[in-house]
């Protein structure tokens, strides 16, 4: 084999410009390929980050048909004493869990003795909040970041609902809410902070303490409107939500996973979510997944179509080589593995270049430390990173490729008739 | 003892609808340690001949026999197989591997056709490189050698492997007289140092002269071979 490998280098030294420019081609290809995956997912893990920890939780729980009316923010479908005891416990149980918080949520008229407007409000428990979407605190652009990140009494903001009423942090608002029975009740609130918004559900909601939630809408008995869980990793989002659908649900989930349809389960009186379920950004990371997969079928096109090209122009030059060399004996699997030893280093002399150089172009991206806007966001910092995981795939999937596209005219070359090879002009 | 054996050999062309017959009932017999030559004037069939003792090419008609065995009967990786073993070949455009040395281009038949252990290689290849007078010229490449030298190479890779037989077809047409004969010269030396059959086929007439058994084709039939040298046959 080490006799085939040596006589293969040779052969592609011999033709050095073609070798050159094939390698160069598929070079390329795996540069933009990596560098595409490692800023894409970059950005989309960013863009998922900021959902997950500044809003949403990796997953949330519902009653049963909540979410279907979750812009009318549904008083009457909020989850008993009961279910959420049962939810708390089956968090609790789980390993994988690392905090979650009861949120209640209420649509509010929202008065600074001047004017009037609407406002989605989530009563909730702060430290829970915080440990459940650590991002939150870090929105607060005006206000105390001192203690606690809400007091009883007090109330955070929307930055568009602040600038537009004209409050500023201290002043004092009125809530105005109906509750379940359709009576109506008011509360001053101190604000607290002012909050930056985000994309995306809930990026424009305020906060309470969820006491003062429960107090405005004179609930009799602690209901929940939602609980949002936080993973430890990210990762298992997919077998948590299995495991707390089959477990809150009574069925597995069949949905609700990253890009797809909301998850719903069945006999339990509640329901789990996905952050992807609840987030339009969800279609925007298939989108980038879509693209990812395109850009990849592109890389496969070139590596198949060069080397093919290259391999059939190896063939077609070395007739009279290929005739003598089988007339002498050569085996017929020795021709054909000697062509597909070109091809392969080919492949594996363009991905092996083309790797280093992603390597170090990924590493001089997170040194340059490049800004970008993102909805609201501004100035967010593109970390491009790429698994190992990845790299093998992509890697693995051109050298696949290289060996693939060789084998045709390797074939070729190992079916040959010697003697209409040797009389080849 | 007979190493090839032809009994009413024929091989037809066919292109489309039409045949063309190359070799119209041939019967020859060549003996062992014996230095043959085919004569005959182009087209009359020594390539074609040539191509079917060393199995690169099926008869369509009678029976062939080279060192025991009917080639017509191998399938392809049978009679690729067969002629690594037992033949080695020498062509009219000496056919080395552009991108090996003159040392690679010997050793090549050896490690690409039979497996022989890097030592024993080298040993033969040592002996071969001195025995066709090339010791100095092992690490060139075929471009930088002349014609003569570059035959020279492959009347050594012809027999690294021990082969039996050694076809040559026109092995002296590229090249001048001078060195065609000493060409020639060589490979009968070798045929006395080694013990190997040699046939090569030639329409220069000087260059048959030096054939110990010529058979003259014409039109694809062989005439009465003239023996010049019993020696040959021993």
Redesign the interface.
């Known amino acids: 084999m080490l006799n085939v490998l040596k006589i293969a280098v040779r052969n592609l030294a011999r033709f050095g410009r073609r070798t050159v420019l094939t390698s160069t081609l598929i070079t390329l290809g795996i540069v933009s390929v990596l560098l595409f995956v490692a800023v894409a997912g970059s950005f989309k893990a960013m863009m998922i980050g900021q959902f997950t920890d500044a809003v949403l939780g990796h997953l949330e729980v519902h009653r049963r048909g909540y979410v279907a009316s979750i812009d009318n923010l549904p008083l009457n479908l909020n989850m008993q004493p009961a279910m959420v005891e049962k939810v708390e416990q089956a968090l609790e149980k789980s390993g994988a869990v690392e905090a979650y918080s009861e949120r209640i949520k209420l649509g509010a008229m929202f008065s600074n003795f001047t004017e009037t407007t609407s406002i989605r409000v989530n009563g909730i428990d702060p430290a829970k909040e915080a440990a459940t979407t650590p991002l939150l605190p870090g929105r607060m652009i005006d206000g105390s970041k001192e203690g606690a990140l809400l007091n009883p009494g007090e109330i955070l903001i929307p930055a568009l609902l602040a600038r537009g009423m004209k409050v500023k942090t201290g002043d004092t608002i009125v809530l105005v809410a109906t509750n379940r029975d359709g009576s109506v009740n008011g509360k001053t609130f101190v604000v607290r902070g002012i909050l930056e918004s985000v994309s995306g559900p809930s990026g424009r909601d305020g906060y309470i303490r969820i006491e003062d939630a429960r107090n405005l809408l004179r609930m009799t008995q602690p209901e929940i409107s939602e609980i949002a869980v936080r993973l430890k990793d990210p990762a298992q989002l997919d077998s948590v939500y299995e495991q707390l659908s089959e477990e809150l649900t009574g069925a597995p989930g069949s949905g609700g996973k990253p890009g797809g349809m909301a998850g719903k389960g069945g006999g339990g009186g509640l329901e789990v979510h996905t952050w992807a379920a609840l987030s339009p950004f969800s279609n925007i990371a298939n989108m980038i997944d879509l693209l990812t997969v395109f850009i990849k079928i592109m890389l496969v096109s070139i590596v198949l179509i060069s080397i093919l090209n290259v391999m059939m122009m190896a063939v077609y030059e070395r007739i009279r080589e290929i005739g003598t060399i089988a007339a002498i004996g050569t085996p017929p699997r020795r021709i054909l593995s000697l062509f597909l030893t070109e091809g392969l280093l080919l492949g594996l002399g363009g991905t092996v270049l083309g790797t280093a150089i992603s390597l170090v172009a990924i590493y001089a991206l997170n040194i340059w430390k490049v800004t970008f806007n993102f909805g609201m966001q501004q100035g967010l910092v593109l970390s491009p990173a790429i698994g190992a995981k990845d790299v093998a795939i992509i890697a693995g999937m051109v050298v696949l490729m290289a060996l693939l596209a060789s084998l045709q005219p390797a074939w070729k070359a190992s079916r040959m008739d010697p003697v209409r090879a040797l009389g080849h002009v | 003892m007979t190493l090839i054996r032809a009994e009413g050999l024929f091989k037809t062309y066919r292109t489309g609808e039409v045949e063309v017959p190359a070799v119209k009932g041939v019967d020859f017999a060549i003996e062992a340690r014996s230095f043959v030559a085919f004569v005959g004037p182009s087209g009359s069939g020594k390539s074609t001949l040539l ?1 079917m003792i ?1 199995c ?2 099926h008869p369509t008609g009678g029976t062939l026999t080279v060192i025991d065995t009917d080639v017509g009967t191998l399938d ?2 049978a009679a ?6 037992h ?3 020498i ?1 009219q ?1 000496f ?1 080395l ?4 040395t003159v040392y690679e281009n010997i050793e ?2 050896l ?3 039979q497996d022989w252990p890097e030592q024993k290689r080298r040993k033969q290849i040592a002996r071969l490189l001195e025995a066709v007078g090339m010791s100095g010229q092992a690490d060139k490449r075929p471009d930088q050698i002349s014609g003569g030298q570059k035959q020279r190479v492959a009347v050594a ?2 027999l690294a ?1 021990d082969a039996q037989l050694v076809l040559a077809d026109e092995p002296t047409a590229n090249l001048d007289h001078d060195t065609a004969y000493r060409v020639i010269e060589l490979m009968k030396k070798m045929r006395d140092e080694l013990g190997t059959t040699f046939v090569f086929s030639t329409h220069d007439p000087k260059i048959m002269g030096e054939a110990e058994v010529v058979f003259t084709l014409e039109d694809g039939k062989l005439r009465a071979p003239s023996e010049k040298s019993a020696a040959a046959h021993a």
Do not use: H, K, Q
């Open positions: 191509n060393g690169l090419d392809r990786r690729a197989e067969f002629r690594g073993r033949i080695g070949f062509f455009d056919n591997i552009p991108v090996l090549y038949p490690i690409m056709v890779r012809a492997t």
